[in-house]
């Protein structure tokens, strides 16, 4: 194997390693002052996405709590699996990314699912641009905040 080849392979493997590490990077503190809350580009305001981090907090440390598969309570009826957590109330958003996506005005955007309203990973929040807007940002930032309490979210 040539010099150039091997090279090329060990960049290759390099950027892998660190893509891999930013995707899995979660954009969570317990230090709110620690960083920027957000990386903006929603059609939503810095002051509308925290009000949207607060109600998904107090959602999941209230009583009544959230619902960690609702998506198969809404399809197939299946029974809630509720959990309510007050360690929500000490994770803040950490240059969470939020982004709004264009969708043509019907409110869905492409998705590993085939069309979603929203979806998200540890780090970015993606949402139909002309979709529920705070709501669905809300349902994200919940799933967010409940993985990095460490449970696990069925979508």
């Given at each position: 194997m040539s010099l150039r080849i091997h090279c090329q392979r060990i960049i290759a493997a390099?950027?892998?390693?660190?893509?891999i590490g930013c995707a899995?990077?979660?954009?969570?503190t317990n230090d709110p002052k620690a960083c920027a809350a957000?990386?903006?580009?929603?059609?939503?305001?810095?002051?509308?996405?925290?009000?949207a981090w607060v109600r998904a907090q107090t959602d999941i440390a209230s009583q009544s709590g959230v619902c960690l598969n609702a998506l198969d309570v809404a399809i197939s009826g299946a029974p809630c699996q509720n959990v309510a957590d007050r360690r929500?109330?000490?994770?803040?958003?950490?240059?969470?990314?939020?982004?709004s996506v264009a969708d043509g005005g019907?409110?869905?955007?492409p998705c590993s699912a085939g069309k979603c309203i929203g979806y998200s990973?540890?780090?970015?929040?993606?949402v139909a641009a002309s979709g529920a807007g705070p709501a669905d940002i809300t349902y994200e930032m919940e799933n967010i905040i409940l993985q990095e309490l460490g449970y696990v979210i069925r979508r």
């Open positions: 390099s950027l892998l390693f660190v893509l899995n990077k979660t954009s969570v957000f990386v903006n580009k929603s059609n939503q305001t810095d002051q509308q996405l925290m009000a929500a109330l000490n994770l803040w958003p950490c240059n969470l990314t939020v982004i019907n409110g869905w955007i990973t540890k780090n970015t929040i993606w």
